[in-house]
């Protein structure tokens, strides 16, 4: 057990080098949970490897246990940390995130916000990242929004999970007590815990979603009589993960009044820009016309519920 424990300390630290190397931007601009897990792996990983090196001790009872269990812990924890570690945003959403003379950012642990420099409050727009992709990701997609003149507020996920956040709208309309009418969006799972919030939504003084946007995403039950949102589902007619099969079949949990727009060779990791993603479809349009799609039925769906 003693060389096993090393062995799980080694590749502990193994990961976390990893994970900083290959995704440090989005580790360091992300949810701070993350970079703290990253922080206490190698503190427990060192502490194990350390104490390693004493002459084992006869343990007996409880104490015996928990030499046989930890180590088993730290593989299970280790894998938990190599599947987290996020999609990091890549150009031209970097580019997007830009301040000038149209759109103000601001950036902080929970959040990035877009602001119109000369825009009203009338409508904000909500967005829930998907499972393990930066918020910054979603700059360039987004931006076109701020530029229309809604203001847009980014979620950054602890550990970017969607469902570790849904508190976020509630957290944007006391934040913001100015926008008249909120927007809930998002892509992936994102969107899935978008519609959860903007069914739940209620009348409590904080303001009722009046639309749901969805990137590649449906509702994980029948919100059909339950809504009262109005409902825009965007999607790529190549997306490998969701497919068009369960596009179609989320109509059936959406009010019948919900609109459909598939971009037509568009794939899964269009509706952000962080690169590839396992088990997506080949896309047949580029990048940058899906985006621009995607963008222009945003703004049209958003632009609609302006009172």
Same mark, same amino acid.
Do not use: K
């Given at each position: 057990m003693v060389w096993f424990s090393r062995g799980v300390a080694a590749v502990a630290l193994a990961v976390v080098a990893w994970a900083c190397l290959t995704a440090w931007p989005a580790v360091v601009h992300g949810h701070p949970a993350y970079a703290v897990l990253l922080a206490l792996t &190698? *503190?427990? $990983? *060192?502490?194990?490897?350390?104490?390693?090196? %004493?002459? #084992?001790?006869?343990r007996g009872g409880f104490r015996r246990f928990l030499r046989v269990a930890a180590p088993v812990l730290g593989v299970l924890w280790v894998a938990a940390m190599w599947w987290l570690r996020p999609f990091s945003a890549v150009e031209p959403a970097l580019a997007a995130l830009q301040s000038d003379a149209t759109v103000t950012v601001t950036e902080s642990m929970t959040d990035i916000v877009l602001t119109p420099v000369s825009g009203s409050d009338e409508v904000g727009v909500l967005f829930q990242p998907g499972a393990k992709v930066e918020a910054r990701a979603y700059a360039a997609v987004l931006r076109p929004l701020a530029e229309a003149g809604h203001r847009v507020v980014i979620v950054k996920q602890p550990l970017s999970i969607a469902f570790l956040a849904l508190g976020a709208f509630? =957290? @944007?309309? =006391? $934040?913001?007590?100015? &926008?008249?009418?909120?927007? &809930? !969006?998002?892509?992936?799972?994102g969107g899935t815990v @978008?519609?959860?919030? !903007?069914?739940? +939504?209620? !009348?409590? %003084?904080? %303001? *009722? $979603? !009046? %639309?749901?946007?969805?990137?590649? =995403?449906? #509702? @994980?039950?029948?919100? +059909?009589?339950?809504?009262?949102?109005s409902v825009l589902s965007v999607s790529g007619s190549l997306d490998g993960l969701a497919t068009p099969s369960d596009i179609d079949a989320s109509r059936a949990n959406l009010p019948p009044t919900a609109t459909f727009t598939v971009i037509e060779g568009a794939v899964h990791a269009y509706f952000g820009d962080y690169g590839p993603q396992p088990g997506d479809g080949t896309p047949t349009i580029s990048h940058d016309d899906a985006r621009a799609q995607i963008s222009a039925a945003s703004v049209e769906f958003v632009d609609g519920l302006v009172p």
């Open positions: &190698v *503190v427990v $990983a *060192v502490v194990s490897l350390v104490r390693s090196l %004493g002459e #084992p001790r006869e509630d =957290s @944007a309309r =006391s $934040a913001y007590p100015e &926008v008249q009418r909120w927007v &809930v !969006a998002g892509h992936s799972l @978008a519609a959860i919030e !903007a069914e739940s +939504s209620t !009348a409590d %003084g904080l %303001g *009722v $979603a !009046a %639309g749901l946007l969805l990137y590649a =995403s449906y #509702p @994980a039950s029948d919100m +059909s009589d339950t809504l009262g949102s």
